[in-house]
Nanobody, 124 residues
Framework: QVQLVESGGGLVQAGGSLRLSCAAS????????MGWFRRAPGKEREFVAA????????YYSDSVKGRFTISRDNNKNTVALQMNSLKPEDTAVYYC?????????????????WGQGTQVTVSS
C-alpha cells in the first residue's frame, strides 16, 4: 500500500514556474514507477510525465517536453515536477501516481495508487 500526497500547486502568471512535490508513504517506494497526470476543466485526465524506478529514464508528453522536469529521491520517498514556462493551457489539477511495474505507462488505468491532486492555475 502506498499513500501519495501532493503539494506545491498555486496561481502563477504565464511564463512563470512552479514546483510540485509528491510525498509517498511505505518502504517500497523505490520499486514503483512514478507518474504525474493532470485533468483540466472539462477534459479527461492526461499523462504528463513519468520516471523509472531508478530515476534513470524520464518520459514526457509532447505538450510539456522541454518545459517540465520530473525527478525522484528514493531516500526521501519523494517525486517532483518542476514546471517552467507555464502556459494558461497548463491549468489543471495535477496528480501524482504510482505504478507497481518496471515499465512506465501513459495510461491512467496502469497506475495503482493516486494522490488527491493539487490545483495549478496559470493566468494569462
Amino acid at each position: 500500500q502506498v499513500q501519495l500526497v501532493e503539494s506545491g500547486g498555486g496561481l502563477v502568471q504565464a511564463g512563470g514556474s512552479l514546483r510540485l512535490s509528491c510525498a509517498a508513504s511505505g518502504r517500497t517506494f523505490s520499486s514503483y514507477v512514478m507518474g504525474w497526470f493532470r485533468r483540466a476543466p472539462g477534459k479527461e485526465r492526461e499523462f504528463v510525465a513519468a520516471i523509472s524506478v531508478s530515476g534513470g529514464r524520464l518520459y514526457y508528453s509532447d505538450s510539456v517536453k522541454g518545459r517540465f522536469t520530473i525527478s525522484r529521491d528514493n531516500n526521501k520517498n519523494t517525486v517532483a515536477l518542476q514546471m517552467n514556462s507555464l502556459k494558461p493551457e497548463d491549468t489543471a489539477v495535477y496528480y501524482c501516481a504510482a505504478r507497481a511495474r518496471l515499465l512506465y505507462s501513459t495510461q491512467t488505468t496502469a497506475y495503482d495508487y493516486w494522490g488527491q491532486g493539487t490545483q495549478v492555475t496559470v493566468s494569462s
